[in-house]
């Protein structure tokens, strides 16, 4: 490695000190970290591995926003605000420019959302990230999978496909213009953690998730935990402008149902709460898109204009049943 293992942490992650309930942070066995009076802690990991969840080449900085980012979706997906995080970095080299443009775009995304490097672990190897994040809760008020009934509504944050549609054209199995290049390359390395959203809906929604492997997959999910089944409208799919731009050249409706990548929430809302999620989200307060229904059963159903509707298939898993 061109710069020391302890030195590399000196350098590019240990950089400033404090944080909220940070007792102590990096550079001893232990962080000691402090959970705000009257909370639960919330949990979450994800690993990112070259090749598979990026590609090996990519803008360093823009790897590092995409790891806290998916990671924090996590939490905004539970209603739990950011509070710390620990990095275990993988590295097949340390190349000082790579780690730059790494820990840049990783504090970038760290002061954004408001959470605190607090720890990790520093080895050789292929390309991998690993983040833990840490966020707080009240007990008792966590977004959860597995509390969605019959004749709840089914709503999706912000839009849906560009995830699949911008890493279809990273990959260049679809062109799309020069006007698009900046807007779909920032949907898949910069999105969104709907961490407001996550919060507003704490009090309204009965089951919430972050899609990551793509809507009809991930509302599975909520269906196996709440035995239930779901109706989506695929003609009330929200796209984006940029994605509906190219018409029938993509296949846009399937990639909102089965592409990953979006992080959105994906959330149920019993009747009596309905109107007030109707509120917030004709007062700009929430964006958010009624898409379908949770009906008894267990089968997740797609219906356009009222006919069945068959998607190609339902989602990224990697191991195959
Ligand atoms: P140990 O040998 O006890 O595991 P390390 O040498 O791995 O200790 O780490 C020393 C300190 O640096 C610890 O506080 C650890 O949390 C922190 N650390 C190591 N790697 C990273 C990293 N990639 N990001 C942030 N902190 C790190
Ligand atoms: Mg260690």
């Known amino acids: 490695m061109a710069v020391g293992e ?41 690993t990112l591995i070259a090749d ?22 996590d939490l905004a997906a539970m209603g739990a605000e950011p509070l710390w995080f620990t990095l275990a970095l993988s590295l097949p080299e340390a190349d000082e420019h790579w780690l730059d443009s790494f820990s840049e775009g990783l504090f970038a995304a760290a002061h954004r959302y408001d959470c605190t490097l607090v720890g990790g672990d520093t080895t050789r190897g292929p390309l991998s990230i690993t983040i833990q994040v840490h966020g707080a809760l009240t007990p008792g008020k966590a977004l959860l999978r597995g509390n969605a009934s019959p004749g709840d509504r089914i709503f999706v944050t912000g839009k849906l496909g560009d995830g699949a549609a911008a890493l279809a054209a990273l990959e260049h199995r679809f062109e799309v213009q020069e006007e ?95 109107s007030s999620v109707k509120a917030l989200i004709s007062m700009g307060e929430l964006v958010a898109t009624e898409i379908g229904e949770i009906v008894s059963g267990s089968q997740v159903l797609c219906k356009n204009f009222g006919e069945v509707y068959e998607p190609p298939h339902s989602g990224y898993q990697h191991f195959e049943p």
């Open 6 to 46: 302890f030195e590399l942490i000196q350098q590019y992650f240990h950089r400033e000190a404090g944080g909220e309930g940070v007792v102590l942070g990096i550079g001893d066995d232990c962080a000691l970290l402090q959970v705000p009076e009257g909370k639960q802690l919330a949990v979450s990991m994800d």
């Open 180 to 274: 698009h290049v900046q807007y779909f390359a920032d949907q898949y390395y910069r999105p969104t953690p709907r961490l407001k959203e996550g919060q507003r809906l704490k009090s309204f929604a009965s089951a919430a998730l972050d899609i990551s492997d793509g809507l009809l997959a991930d509302l599975g999910h909520i269906c196996e935990q709440s035995l239930v089944g779901a109706e989506v409208a695929v003609e009330c799919l929200p796209i984006s402008e940029p994605l509906a731009f190219y018409g029938d050249q993509c296949p846009a409706l399937d990639w909102a149902l089965c592409g990953g990548d979006d992080y959105e929430l994906c959330f149920t809302v019993p009747e009596k709460n309905l």
């Open 52 to 73: 598979v969840h990026f590609p090996a080449n990519a803008d360093p900085g823009l790897i590092a926003e995409r790891a806290l980012r998916v990671n924090l979706s």
